[in-house]
């Protein structure tokens, strides 16, 4: 067993409450979260006991929205409206990607969602034999969701990867999913409301990202991305909206009495000025949020302790409102509805049984000083420079800025460029 | 003399291109910048050399708005509108600070500073002397700008303090300044303009932060605070407002033809639901800029890199134009339009013959890599976790996540924390 000790935990267990307790980890599971008695102390055996020093030990952060394979475009092509940026950069670059490209531009992100104290992506892309051995060469745990587009022919494409990828390892589990309303025809639609009933599973795709989506989908359908959705039957075991930002009072609706979660974006949106979504009306109308970083390329980062400031402070901004989506509710977004919203309803929180994905967090900082509230410290002054841990599954994969992920950090940023120049001049 | 060698170096010495040379720092200057020849190299003597491996060295980031000793109420009443937050927490916490107290919580700041590759403070406080001294002790750079309030006798304390602090030291400066028109009386203002006069010197002081404060003074003078400040002959000779998140096109016009910096503190007016400044409607007036944290209650963190990335972010959602306020600029106006603000012109860029207020970025970060394009990376995905080395007037002050500031860092945390608990029952 792993013994977490002299630290303080926050385990999201249903309270924002810190305590000083200990967490023990045993294999990939959470196996105890209190104080030991001498009894208990006298039988458990220890491989490694970590003192925490009074540092912080929490659940890891899961980033619930992302394309980790795009590390290759970050800095490349910024500062561009979102069609120009995705029909003429991003998408010829894309067609050209090989498998091990794809390999080694997800392993470098990964290292990125270690520094930042996260342990799940939910992610959506493509050359997935690649990307699944990038994730598991690194021990990282991924949900992947299915990116497809074009025609009816392609649902097959979806199911059968449904049945070839749930299962096949404990840390990558897949779901159904399409692209978006704007890539896909109304046949795909069709067939995808079809799997989500022949499965009962929950379907994820971006939704409402820009209002030039909405208004198209408008023109075209009738109905908004989400009601068009909801006709086909895509939204009849929940899922996840990606983005969310352009949804209607009747969408919300939707979403509240689908169980589908509004996960989103607000880096991606406001550096791609898409917009603000309506976090506070969306919590008020009872709908589940999760929190993502969307793809490197528009981000720029793959940080969700940036993210969390952000969805709070747009939404200060957005209702003029000081109070709005206090740090508590940003936190529990993004630890345990993050998870929630990709299905891994075993990594939302720290107890016993639950997945041992945690990180720990250095207090001895500047920005955490004084530590007159610790859970707004994390939202409104954390930063990666304060992840001193991270852990999935109960392996240590991050440590004191070392990588412990089979592959060494530079050898990862040497094969990166390496495969991007050849990936230009293919 | 210190060599920086074998790295990549971003002088902002009129462009952003990053090249790859040397930079020698002599004392408390900048000895050379370019590719030395062998002769040089030979007759050079170096007390150190720092082997970049590759990194880059770029100038240190300034902080153009700050209350620094304010850490002490980091996390202590978020998430409150900025007229209460103001009036029900902050001023009576702050009318039982001791000069102590100052000095330990201007520390701790100068600690998060310096993680964040920051060289210099434009601070607004009180207790001075125990500021100075803070700074002093640190080795740190810091420009006071005066935050006097109330009536016109208050005048010749600003006038005392203007003549005393400038040139006590080389690392501290003072600059005329109010807190603001909200809080000075009429007959203040007035004194500050016949200083200004008397002096030919810029005045700095808060203007614009939130609608209520320029409706406010409408009413009471029929006159926003600039044309009101104006008219009194305050912003003769330049200066600075900090905020200005509600200027009118006249205002602009005031600052563009008197020189007056306009210096953004996007993180704080977020926080705050006070606004987005009209960053670009002020560069297209030719109105120059500065950037700064606000104090740490308001922020909540003394990040650069987070400012860098809202400033720019709100200004593609405010304009809905994600190629609005480019990463070069944004650079350029948190680097050297900073440091002149706050009247540091000897630290606006690396150049022979200027301070050495420089800092080192880590590019082999997963944020970093891959490297297409170094200013876009250090301001869409840089962060504290980038900073290696900081240096001051020659001195390198932080270095590989280590502090040398002649006191411990956990000392001063604790001296905070004892502080605080002193304060509150008091």
Redesign the interface.
Known sequence: MIRFKNGRVLTLDGSCEVENKEVWVEGDKIAFVGKPTDEQLKTAVFEREIDLEGDLLMPALKNAHTHSAM??L???A?????QD?LFTQVFPMEAKLTGEDVYWFTR??I??YL?SGVSASYDMYFKLDDYIKANIDSGFRTVMCDAVSDGKERAAVVEERYLRYNGMHPLISFRLGFHAEYTAQYGLLEAIGELAKKYKAPVSTHNSETAKEVADCIKKYGKTPTALFDSLGIYDYGGAGFHCVYLSEEDMDIFAEKGVYAVSCP?SN????S??APITRLIEKGVKLGLGTDG?AS?????MF?EM??L???Q??R??????L??DEVLSIACSGSARAMGLENCDCIAVGKQADLTVIDL????M?????IP??LV??G???NVKLTMVAGKVLYEGGKFFVGED??TI?AK??EH?EALKNR
Chains 1, 2 share one sequence.
């Open positions: 590390t290759f970050r800095s490349y910024d500062d561009l409206p979102l940026w470098l992100a290292l990125e520094t880096c406001a550096k791609l000025a917009g603000i490197p981000n720029n980062a793959l940080d940036r400031y952000l709070t402070v747009l200060k901004l209702n003029s409102d000081a109070a709005a206090p740090a001895n900082k500047p920005s000083q004084p530590i007159h509230n707004k410290n409104y002054s930063s990666k420079e950090d530079r940023y990166c460029a991007f």
